[in-house]
Nanobody
Framework: QVQLVESGGGLVQPGGSLRLSCAPS????????MAWYRQAPGNERELVAR???????NYADSVKGRFAISRDNAKNTVYLQMNSLKSEDTAVYYC??????????WGQGTQVTVSS
């Protein structure tokens, strides 16, 4: 069973930055994609950013230009750098890893709260 360990959430003021980390128990290159999703209270879980094994990452329109997904191969970790945070970014953020056969794995979630 693959485990995804997330960290980096917290409380930040509007306009601030946070970096989320996701460390899988298996090589990040063994997955077809790795992604970040989020779920705010009363809302469905939504895709924030996805990094494919090959090709450019894609982002939700609401975070384009503010968030960036990246991989550190040496640390076997995927990051979500979040800048210019807004109150509407408040949510539980989940790391996701997907196999070629579409099998998915999820992290436990980390809370991000943007508030003054």
């Amino acid at each position: 069973q693959v485990q995804l360990v997330e960290s980096g959430g917290g409380l930040v003021q509007p306009g601030g930055s946070l970096r989320l980390s996701c460390a899988p128990s298996r090589s990040i290159f063994s997955f077809n994609s790795m992604a970040w999703y989020r779920q705010a209270p009363g809302n469905e879980r939504e895709l924030v950013a996805r990094a494919l094994r090959w090709g450019s990452p894609n982002y939700a329109d609401s975070v384009k230009g503010r968030f960036a997904i990246s991989r550190d191969n040496a640390k076997n970790t995927v990051y979500l750098q979040m800048n210019s945070l807004k109150s509407e970014d408040t949510a539980v953020y989940y790391c996701n890893a997907q196999e070629v056969d579409s099998t998915e794995y999820w992290g436990q979630g980390t809370q991000v709260t943007v508030s003054s």
